[in-house]
């Protein structure tokens, strides 16, 4: 067997992820700008002594480099501590953490926290480096967390929309013309989660499908997608929830929640939310882990053990 094929240079597979992912055309992260410096802050956290240079400008792309060989992969949405806590307890070392977010989050409790800074040691002693890939991830069309649900469900797309950076955060498409029953049936085993977040207009059937991966509770997503004769709409979450840290806070949140509550009241279509964590990880443990695997590498999704924390 070719051991060659089983060990790659951290160093070449960053730089296939920045190709593939078009990183030199992206400007710093339309979300993650905001967040990792604020998350790090208030745990007196200075990423910046710690994290790549180049990540601490555009916040994506290689985060934490600990070793320069690479023989073993792990894809997440979240880094979350079972996460963490799963990678380090595997024994495997000179390895790789692809993860869509930075960051930690508690999406019904404290929003984002920071990945602690005892378990990025952690990491450097076991030679695991992390690659984080937020919004160029969104937005891809061959391998993204929205391309990863038109993939799973058959989506054939007529529609990008959600500008968001360079690229778009949502699609729109039709599907099989199908009942909503089975329907939901099929999103619930697809992507493996005990429940989901329903509600908008459930007694139809759906041929057209609004998809926005990840937080769709804005009621202008949502608009557009009715204004788009979708018959689902389909995200993480439609519905907003409480983070002590998102801007404007409760009165914020409590404000958008009516506005959506009003709309669900109203629109033909079913809304329907797999959670944030849930919607995001279908791509790590289909399309991310195909991208490694043809390359050589033995590749590992890892998900959380609450979708809904």
Known sequence: MDERRWTIELAEIVNELDTFFQ????????????????????????FEDVFEAQFCNKFNGLMLKAGSMVKHVFCSAFATPDVLNNILGSGIYDALLFTHHPLDMEVCGAGFLPIPLSSTK??????ISIYSCHAPLDCHDEIGT????????????????????TGYAGRIG??????????????TGI??????EVGGCLNTEVGRI??????????DYLKQAHEC??????????????SPEAEGGKERVARARQEIADFSGKTRMVLVGVSHAASEYLVMKTQMKR?????????EPVPQSNWWR
């Open 122 to 127: 952690k990491f450097q002693q076991r030679r």
């Open 210 to 219: 609004a998809i926005v991966a990840g937080g769709g509770d804005e009621i």
């Open 191 to 196: 992507f493996g989660v005990s429940r989901l």
């Open 291 to 299: 991208y490694f695997e043809e390359k050589g590498l033995p590749t």
């Open 174 to 187: 039709t599907v099989e013309q199908v009942g909503t029953d089975s329907l939901l049936k099929r999103i």
């Open 146 to 165: 929205n391309a990863a649900i038109v993939e799973a469900l058959g989506v054939t797309v007529d529609k990008h929309y959600i500008e968001y950076g």
């Open 23 to 46: 990183l030199a055309k992206w400007p710093a992260d339309p979300a993650m700008k905001e967040w990792v410096p604020k998350t790090y802050a208030r745990a007196d956290f200075d």
């Open 229 to 242: 004769s979708c018959d689902m709409y389909l995200s993480g979450e439609w519905y907003p929830r409480y």
